[in-house]
T-cell receptor, first 113, second 115 residues
Framework: DAKTTQPPSMDCAEGRAANLPCNHS???????VYWYRQIHSQGPQYIIH???NNETNEMASLIITEDRKSSTLILPHATLRDTAVYYC??????????????FGDGTTLTVKP | DAGVTQSPTHLIKTRGQHVTLRCSPI?????VSWYQQVLGQGPQFIFQ???????GRGNFPDRFSARQFPNYSSELNVNALLLGDSALYLC??????????????FGEGSRLTVL
C-alpha cells in the first residue's frame, strides 16, 4: 500500500466546513483512496472512498487531485459529533485487500463550538 | 442486522499469560481481519482470514495466532503476554458484496491490559 501523510491535528468551528488533507504521492494507478474515522473508544467507521473522480455521500465529499497525489476530505457542516481521528488509507480495492489496510496515525479533528 | 461483535470488551492479564479474543462478523461476511491499536497510534494489521484460510499476516511475532471457524467467526490468541501487548484489539469484517468497495466494518474492540 502507498504511504499517506496527514497533519496530526486540526481544529474547525461548529457549522463550518472541515477540510482534511492527505498526501499520497506514491499512489499506484489501481489504488483507491479510503477515509475512515474513529470516535474515541469506538472502532473505525468507513466514510468514503474514490479512485480519481470526486465523490460525495451523505457523510462527506472526497476531492482527489488530477495527478492523484493528494486528496481532501470535506465535512460540509461540521458538528461536535464529528470530533474524531480521521484516517486516510490508500490501497487496491476488493475485500481480499480490504482486510490488510495500513493505517497511519491520522488527523485528530476537534470541532469547537 | 447486528454489527461486528467482539468479546470480551475489557480484560486484564499478567505477563506470561495467554489470552483469547473472539469476533463474530456481520452475517454474510466471510472475511475477518484483526488489528492492534496501541494508545495514540493507528490500528496495525495483524491477520486476515477469508473463507477460513489465512490470507495475510502483519509484522507480529509467532506468539500471535488466529483462526476462523466454519460460521466465519474468529479467534485471536496471544501467548506469553508482554506489557507491550496492552492495546485495543479490533476485529473487522467485509463482504463479497463489497468486492469493489472494500469497505471494512469494525467492532468496538477488546481492550487488553497486561500488568
Amino acid at each position: 500500500d502507498a504511504k499517506t501523510t496527514q497533519p496530526p491535528s486540526m481544529d474547525c468551528a461548529e457549522g463550518r466546513a472541515a477540510n482534511l488533507p492527505c498526501n499520497h504521492s506514491t499512489i499506484s494507478g489501481n489504488e483507491y483512496v479510503y477515509w475512515y474515522r474513529q470516535i474515541h473508544s469506538q472502532g473505525p467507521q468507513y466514510i468514503i472512498h474514490g479512485l480519481k473522480n470526486n465523490e460525495t455521500n451523505e457523510m462527506a465529499s472526497l476531492i482527489i487531485t488530477e495527478d492523484r497525489k493528494s486528496s481532501t476530505l470535506i465535512l460540509p457542516h461540521a458538528t461536535l459529533r464529528d470530533t474524531a481521528v480521521y484516517y486516510c488509507i490508500v490501497r487496491v480495492a476488493g475485500n481480499t485487500n480490504a482486510g490488510k489496510s495500513t493505517f497511519g496515525d491520522g488527523t485528530t479533528l476537534t470541532v469547537k463550538p | 442486522d447486528a454489527g461486528v461483535t467482539q468479546s470480551p470488551t475489557h480484560l486484564i492479564k499478567t505477563r506470561g499469560q495467554h489470552v483469547t479474543l473472539r469476533c463474530s462478523p456481520i452475517s454474510g461476511h466471510k472475511s475477518v481481519s484483526w488489528y492492534q491499536q496501541v494508545l495514540g497510534q493507528g490500528p496495525q494489521f495483524i491477520f486476515q482470514y477469508y473463507e477460513k484460510e489465512e490470507r495475510g499476516r502483519g509484522n507480529f511475532p509467532d506468539r500471535f495466532s488466529a483462526r476462523q471457524f466454519p460460521n466465519y467467526s474468529s479467534e485471536l490468541n496471544v501467548n506469553a503476554l508482554l506489557l507491550g501487548d496492552s492495546a485495543l484489539y479490533l476485529c473487522a469484517s467485509s463482504s463479497l458484496a463489497d468486492a469493489n468497495t472494500g469497505e471494512l466494518f469494525f467492532g468496538e474492540g477488546s481492550r487488553l491490559t497486561v500488568l
